[in-house]
C-alpha cells in the first residue's frame, strides 16, 4: 500500500514537471513570436537604415568616384572609404540602396557637395560627415 502511494506521488510530481515544461517552452515560443513582429529585439538589423535624398533636377554630374564599403552608423547608411565615413545621398528615384547590407562593396559616381539641398535624416545629420552625392541612375 505504501508502494503505491510513492509511485502515485511520483507520477504526480512527473506531471508537474512535464506540465511546467510545456508552459516555459510556450512562454518562450510567445516571446519569440512577439520579439520577430514588433521588430525591436533583432538589434539595429531589424530595421532598414535611413538614406539621405535629394530630389533630382536636371543634368548632374558624376566626375567623382566614391568607392568603398557599405556600412551602417546609427541607423544610416554610410560609405567608408579609406578609412573615412561619408555620406552618400541618393536621388528619390535611386533604388540602390535599398537592398545593400552592412559591408557591402559599392562604387558611386557622383561628387562632394557640402551645401546641397537633400532631406537629410536626423540620424545621419547627427554624424557630421561629408556629404557625397550620388549620381541619379540613367
Known amino acids: 500500500m505504501v508502494e ?14 512535464e506540465s511546467s515544461m510545456r508552459a516555459a517552452v510556450a512562454t518562450i515560443i ?8 514588433l521588430a525591436g529585439c533583432g538589434g539595429s538589423d531589424a530595421e532598414a537604415p535611413t538614406v539621405a535624398r535629394y ?22 547608411l554610410v560609405i567608408e572609404s579609406d578609412g573615412a565615413l561619408h555620406l552618400p545621398i541618393f536621388a528619390t528615384t535611386d533604388v540602390r540602396p535599398d537592398g545593400w547590407e552592412d559591408g557591402d562593396a559599392v562604387e ?5 557637395a ?10 545621419c545629420a547627427g554624424l557630421g560627415l561629408d556629404r557625397f552625392v ?3 541612375p540613367e
Not at 4 to 17: E, K, S, V
Not at 30 to 37: E, P, R, S
Not at 108 to 112: E, Q
Not at 114 to 123: E, F, I, L, M, Q
Open 108 to 112: 558611386l559616381g557622383g561628387g562632394f
Open 30 to 37: 510567445v516571446a519569440v513570436l512577439a520579439c520577430g513582429l
Open 55 to 76: 530630389e533630382p533636377s536636371g543634368e548632374g554630374g558624376d566626375a567623382a568616384l566614391l568607392g568603398g564599403v557599405v556600412r551602417i552608423e546609427h541607423g544610416c
Open 134 to 136: 550620388v549620381a541619379a
Open 4 to 17: 503505491a502511494g510513492r509511485a502515485r506521488g511520483a507520477h504526480r510530481r512527473a506531471r508537474l514537471t
Open 114 to 123: 557640402p551645401g546641397v539641398d537633400a532631406t537629410v535624416p536626423d540620424a
